[in-house]
């Protein structure tokens, strides 16, 4: 048995390409189905009454009266 991937011959190079290949479908196909596709008109309301929270300036709070350097 070879125990190094740098002796391995191309079958087993090609097994390990194969079942990473297979892990990736896997994972892809577990991520898909797991997100929410529900679209009726109570989630979309529900998705509209989600506030949206925009930058503003920039505001130091502090409770010393030293400056700041940057």
Do not use: W
Request: glycine share 8%; no cysteine.
């Amino acid at each position: 048995m070879n125990h190094s991937i740098y002796g391995a011959d191309r079958l087993t190079h090609l097994k390990i390409v194969v079942v990473a290949l297979i892990g990736a479908t896997v994972v892809a196909g577990v991520g898909i189905a797991a997100r929410g596709t529900a679209t009726t008109p109570e989630v979309t309301a529900a998705r509209n009454l989600v506030p949206i929270i925009r930058a503003g300036q920039p505001v130091v709070f502090s409770d010393r009266d030293i400056s700041v350097v940057r």
